[in-house]
């Protein structure tokens, strides 16, 4: 059995102490490196060699006694070679100038001061954080092990944290002996860096990429080594004070701008401070306070004096919009915009304006003089003829009127296109500030109680007179015009009853084009619904079946060979009750005009109704034709002879005239075919010939015995006014350069209504309004069977809004009549319920 052989082996030396040597010359070398560091003599130092001895260290386990002796190292550091330069750099006049702000030094002299000092400050960071940085390269070792393993902030974070400590947070020195308060250095840097700021918004030039490296600086520091992102010393420190201090410069700038600046100025000067402090932050500040300071210019330069500036005599938002100063305009909507996302003062204002611009035109329309203006062209005179007619004579009444609507639409419609212009080019169609105007636009429009009436006066006027001599685009425009206006009125079925009214002599007097009168009734239908233009629509259609049966009555009369039937052109227009408008259809006049009263026809124009009436009847059995005479007109060939005596001029030969009058003028002079030379009618006699109304017959013989271009009859007495006693005669003397005239139709001029007219329309329109009242409570109360009182009314005003505003009495007062009509019942227990009955 073999036995083991011991062997006896030497002791070996302690670990620790092995590890103790080697620590202290590796330590050495460090030492001596960091002070070529510092010294910037670090050319001949080998990186190799400092890496393996920090190496050495920390794989000896001595890496916390190489973090203690770094950090005492750079504590040193500070001590006898950095502070005393910081020390040097902080004077009395220093403190006296930043801290204490004692006055008599000049900007220059403080610039120069604070720019020295921060020069210092820069430098030092600049070298401390070049040599922190090669360090902490040196020593790359130790974080990743050391560091890493005891959770301590890294060896860089520690030793640039020792700049915060060891310079900015340390006290000021013998300089400020006679200071109370207790100051650092980083209150002297805060105040130069301030300082520095004040005097570059007051004009003068500073060093701002120093200023950007001390703020860069601060960006760099943190309140403790353990680096938190929202503790940097810029956001902890510096830029509350920089705000603060920004907040009292741009209170009292506002303030001495309110003394000193109007409108105008101050909002150039706050869109230029805006600029300033952007640009500034991203050079010399920070981009983290781009918001912030932003924030602070505008409480104090915008919104804290908002409503002074804006109230402003002769340069606040008033004058900006009545003098179109858009630039000032579209500055103060983007500044506004900043402050208060409603724009409520802005909007506030802008709606008091549009009502007090729509108030002025309502008011300026009484002191125009109307009667010099030029007249509206009548149913016998286009554009041109009505031109050298209105140099003529004045206005009458009836059309100085007619010219106050026509120009209160148009002032109405120039005040929409200056605010469209406004909201568009300055306001960035805002949609809140477009429903606003809108709103004011539709109080104001709705406050005037013609502005119904004036609307379709407008359109009458454009569409009678205005559109031959418009492109298609101008057209368009119009058209646009009118619907705009449209959606402002609340009294639609007024409207429509004007509208109507004025629609129906259009058409039958050919003033205007019919694709045109389309177009704007299809787009009021886009707008308003079916309901609202279904009466033009049957118009239309009237209008055209009626050349339909205007060419087969002409063919028909052609087939005949009848030569006294085919010695009168007959065209005609058969309209249905429903749609046409009772003044039309001779129903709307009021009893003295003879409502029911028929005239008297020629014994041709007789004839030719009666084969008409035969014809119609022929495959229509049932229906009745009513002729209506005021709505009509005809073409008369007129044959003046040769006046006896006259040998030269055109009275010495024979004239032939195309006369185009109104039924009626067509009437009255058929009647004096049958006279003798030198024979005349009065007043009366010519009524009872005719049975036309007085009041038309009057108009009627206006047309044809005060109108010098149609003056085929002579009155006697030649007043302009005709009476009751007047005498009438043949005026054989009558001589025109056109062969074809057009007399004017006086009562087919669209015309203001007077006070009596309107009241009159008034009370119809309200027996209307009764009749849709009552359906549309039906309609509801046979949907919902049950119903409140109050929810009733509700639902009645919500259907009926986009036709008229129901007044809320009129409603109750309808609900009483179908109660009594036994519509509706009340609820047993419950008065203020209704029951519907089937």
Request: hydrophobic content about 35%; overall charge neutral.
């Amino acid at each position: 059995m073999a036995s083991r052989t011991n062997k006896i082996r030497p002791i070996r030396k302690p670990i620790m102490n092995r590890d103790q040597g080697e620590f202290e010359p590796c330590w050495a070398l460090l030492r001596d490196a960091m002070t070529d560091i510092h010294l910037q003599n670090a050319g001949r130092l080998s990186f190799e060699q400092l890496y393996r001895a920090s190496y050495k260290i920390v794989l000896r386990k001595k890496g916390a006694l190489l973090y203690e002796r770094v950090r005492d190292f750079e504590q040193e550091w500070f001590r006898d070679h950095i502070m005393p330069n910081i020390a040097a750099l902080i004077t009395k006049n220093l403190i006296n100038i930043s801290l204490l702000q004692h006055p008599g030094s000049s900007s220059h002299e403080r610039r120069e001061m604070g720019e020295k000092f921060l020069c210092g400050i820069r430098d030092t960071w600049t070298d401390h954080n070049r040599s922190m940085n090669m360090i902490a390269d040196v020593l790359m070792y130790l974080d990743r092990v050391y560091t890493l393993e005891t959770k301590q902030p890294s060896l860089f974070a520690v030793t640039i944290g020792l700049f915060r400590d060891n310079v900015l947070q340390s006290h000021i020195g013998t300089a400020a002996d006679d200071i109370e308060q207790d100051f650092v250095v980083f209150d002297i840097l805060c105040a130069v860096v301030l300082g520095l700021i004040n005097m570059e918004r007051d004009g003068d030039i500073i060093n701002r990429n120093l200023v950007r490296k001390i703020t860069a600086m601060l960006e760099s520091l943190y309140e403790t080594d353990d680096e938190i992102e929202n503790q940097r010393l810029y956001l902890t420190l510096f830029e509350p004070r920089y705000l603060q201090a920004s907040t009292e410069f741009y209170r009292k700038e506002c303030e001495k701008l309110v003394q000193e600046a109007n409108c105008s100025t101050w909002l150039r000067h706050a869109q230029r401070r805006l600029n300033e402090e952007r640009e500034r932050c991203g050079t010399a500040i920070s981009i983290m306070t781009t918001d912030k300071i932003a924030s602070v210019v505008e409480k104090e330069l915008i919104e804290a004096k908002l409503d002074v500036f804006l109230a402003m005599e002769g340069s606040g938002l008033k004058p900006m919009i009545d003098n179109d100063r858009l630039e000032d305009l579209s500055i103060l909507y983007q500044l506004i915009s900043r402050v208060d996302s409603t724009k409520s003062a802005l909007k506030v204002i802008l709606q008091r304006r549009v009502r007090e611009l729509g108030q002025e035109i309502e008011k300026a329309l009484k002191n125009i003089d109307f009667s010099v203006a030029g007249a509206a062209a009548g149913d016998g005179e286009d554009a041109g003829e009505a031109a050298e007619k209105a140099k003529a004579q004045p206005l009458n009444p009836a059309q100085q009127q007619t010219a106050a609507a026509i120009k209160w639409v148009d002032d109405v419609l120039q005040l929409k296109d200056k605010f469209d212009r406004i909201l568009s080019d300055c306001f960035c169609d805002d949609l809140l500030l477009q429903s606003a105007i809108t709103r004011s636009f539709s109080d104001f429009i709705n406050s005037f109680n013609r502005s119904s009436e004036y609307v379709s006066l407008f359109i009458d006027d454009n569409l009678k007179r205005g559109i031959k001599t418009k492109t298609e685009a101008e057209v368009d425009a119009v058209l646009d015009k009118a619907i705009v206006l449209l959606r402002y009125l609340s009294d639609r079925d007024m409207f429509e009853r004007y509208y109507q009214k004025h629609l129906a002599k259009r058409l039958l007097h050919g003033k205007s084009e019919i694709h045109t009168e389309k177009e704007m009734v299809s787009r009021m239908k886009s707008e308003m619904g079916n309901h609202f233009t279904s009466k033009f629509e049957g118009m239309f259609k009237d209008m055209e079946l009626s050349k339909d049966l205007t060419d087969n009555y002409r063919d028909h009369i052609a087939n005949l060979g009848d030569a006294d039937h085919t010695k009168v052109d007959l065209n005609i227009n058969v309209l249905t009750t429903n749609n046409w408008p009772p003044e039309v259809m001779g129903g709307g006049k009021s009893k003295d005009e003879g409502q029911k009263t028929d005239c008297f026809y020629p014994p041709e124009i007789k004839r030719l109704q009666e084969s008409f009436y035969k014809y119609y009847l022929k495959d229509r059995s049932g229906r009745v034709l009513t002729w209506v005479s005021s709505a009509g007109n005809a073409d008369i060939k007129c044959v003046f002879p040769k006046v006896p005596g006259k040998e030269t001029g055109p009275l010495s030969k024979e004239r032939r005239y195309e006369l185009n009058v109104s039924t009626y003028g067509m009437i009255v002079l058929m009647v004096f075919n049958d006279l003798e030379d030198g024979e005349s009618l009065s007043f009366d006699e010519i009524q009872a010939k005719t049975n036309i109304p007085a009041p038309e017959l009057m108009r009627t013989l206006a047309s044809l015995s005060s109108v010098p271009k149609c003056r085929v009859l002579l009155k006697e007495p030649a007043t302009k006014n005709v009476k009751n006693t007047d005498k009438f005669s043949y005026n054989a003397q009558f001589v025109s350069k056109a062969i074809r005239i057009k007399a004017p139709v006086i009562s087919s001029i669209s015309k203001v209504e007077g006070d009596e007219e309107r009241k009159e329309t008034e009370k119809k329109n309200d027996q209307t309004r009764a009749h849709v009242i009552d359906a549309a409570i039906v309609r509801i109360m046979k949907q919902r069977k049950l119903l409140a009182h109050t929810q009733l009314v509700n639902e009645v005003i919500s259907q009926l809004m986009g036709r008229f505003k129901p007044d809320v009495p009129l409603i109750k007062k309808r609900i009483e009549d179908l109660l009594a009509r036994e519509y509706l019942e009340r609820v047993e227990g419950d008065s203020s319920t209704y029951r519907y009955l089937a």
